[in-house]
C-alpha cells in the first residue's frame, strides 16, 4: 500500500514511527523485538533509517523488507543520494521492490563522519526524487523531508521553503518534518507552505527529550529552537536525569495533543528505538 493513500482514506492524524537499524557490531535481528512492540500500537506505518552516506542502507532494506513480511505493516524505507550513482539507486529500488516495499523518503544525506562525500551523480533530495519518479513511474510512493526552522545549510527560511516547493513540484506525496519543541513554527511554517501551493500532507516530526545531553546534540545537528517552556524544565531538572526524563515525555505528549487539536495531518514520532517511550505517549493519546 502508497501511504499517500493512507493519508487521503483516514479520518483524523495519521500517527507513525520511526526506527534506526543496530550497528553493523550488533546482528540486525536485535531490533526486531523493538518492532514488534512498536506494531502492537497500532501506527499507520513504521519507517526505518539509513545511516549517514548509507552506512546500513543493506539493513535498511532487510528491515523494511521484514516489517512488511512479518506484520504486513507499510514500511517507509529511507534512502540518500549522497555519494550514490544512479546505478545504485536503481539496485536499491529493485531490491526494495522485490519485497513489496513501496514506500521510500527521498534524502539527500549527511556528508561522512571522515570527509565529504566523492563523486555521484545527485547534488539535492529533488534530484533524487526526480529520479525516481523518472525511472520508476507509479512503483513508488516517494515522501520528502521539510524543515520548519529551515534546513541549517539554507541561507534563510525564505530559500530553503522555495527549495522545498521545487521537490514536491518533482513528486513528493507527503512530507515527515524535522523535529521541532515550538508548536507555533511549526503551525507558521505550514501556512507559508500551504500559500505557495505546497498542498500535499505535512506530518510533524515529534522527538519526546529524555536527556539534556539529548538535547544539546539535537540542535546542534538540525538547529532546532529550544522555547522558553522547555528551557524552564530542563533547568528545573538539571541535576534529576529521571525527573527530566518524564519532564520531556509529558512536554512531548502536550505538544502532540496541541497539534491534534490544530488539525495536523500526521505525528511521526521519532522512536530512539525505545518502545516504552512510544507506548507511553500513545497510551497518554
Known amino acids: 500500500m502508497f501511504i499517500s493513500e493512507i493519508f487521503s482514506s483516514k479520518?483524523?492524524?495519521?500517527?507513525?514511527?520511526?526506527?534506526?537499524?543496530?550497528?553493523?557490531?550488533?546482528?540486525?535481528?536485535s531490533i526486531y523485538e523493538t518492532i514488534e512492540e512498536l506494531v502492537t500500537l497500532d501506527p499507520d506505518f513504521v519507517s526505518v533509517t539509513y545511516g549517514a552516506a548509507g552506512g546500513t542502507k543493506d539493513r535498511t532494506v532487510e528491515i523494511a523488507g521484514y516489517i512488511k513480511k512479518r506484520w504486513g505493516k507499510p514500511p517507509l524505507a529511507h534512502l540518500t543520494c549522497i555519494g550514490a550513482h544512479r546505478e545504485d539507486i536503481l539496485r536499491i529500488l529493485d531490491e526494495l521492490s522485490a519485497l513489496e516495499v513501496k514506500n521510500v523518503l527521498a534524502l539527500r544525506g549527511d556528508p561522512p563522519k571522515d570527509g565529504p562525500a566523492e563523486g555521484g551523480d545527485f547534488k539535492y533530495a529533488k534530484d533524487l526524487v526526480h529520479f525516481i519518479r523518472e525511472q520508476r513511474p507509479g512503483g513508488f510512493c516517494v515522501a520528502g523531508a521539510a524543515y520548519p526552522e529551515g534546513h541549517v545549510e539554507a541561507p534563510s527560511m525564505a530559500c530553503d521553503l522555495i527549495n522545498l516547493k521545487k521537490k514536491v513540484d518533482e513528486g513528493v506525496s507527503f512530507l515527515i518534518t524535522q523535529l521541532f519543541?515550538?508548536?507555533?513554527?511549526?503551525?507558521?511554517?505550514?501556512?507559508v507552505a500551504r500559500s505557495l501551493g505546497i498542498g500535499i500532507p505535512i506530518t510533524a516530526g515529534i522527538m519526546p527529550v529524555l536527556n539534556a545531553k539529548q538535547i544539546s546534540r539535537m540542535v546542534s545537528l538540525c538547529g532546532a529552537s529550544i522555547p522558553s517552556a522547555l528551557a524552564h524544565l530542563i533547568a528545573r531538572y538539571e541535576r534529576d536525569p529521571k525527573g527530566l526524563h518524564e519532564?520531556?515525555?509529558?512536554?512531548?505528549?502536550?505538544?502532540?495533543?496541541?497539534?491534534?487539536?490544530?488539525?495536523?495531518?500526521?505525528?511521526?514520532?521519532?522512536?530512539?528505538?525505545?518502545?516504552?517511550?512510544?507506548?507511553r505517549i500513545m497510551a497518554e493519546l
Open 11 to 29: 479520518k483524523g492524524p495519521v500517527f507513525s514511527f520511526e526506527i534506526f537499524p543496530p550497528k553493523r557490531e550488533y546482528p540486525i535481528e
Open 181 to 191: 519543541f515550538d508548536n507555533e513554527l511549526f503551525l507558521s511554517f505550514r501556512d
Open 247 to 279: 519532564a520531556g515525555l509529558e512536554y512531548a505528549i502536550n505538544q502532540i495533543k496541541g497539534l491534534v487539536r490544530e488539525g495536523v495531518d500526521g505525528i511521526h514520532l521519532y522512536t530512539m528505538n525505545k518502545p516504552e517511550v512510544a507506548k
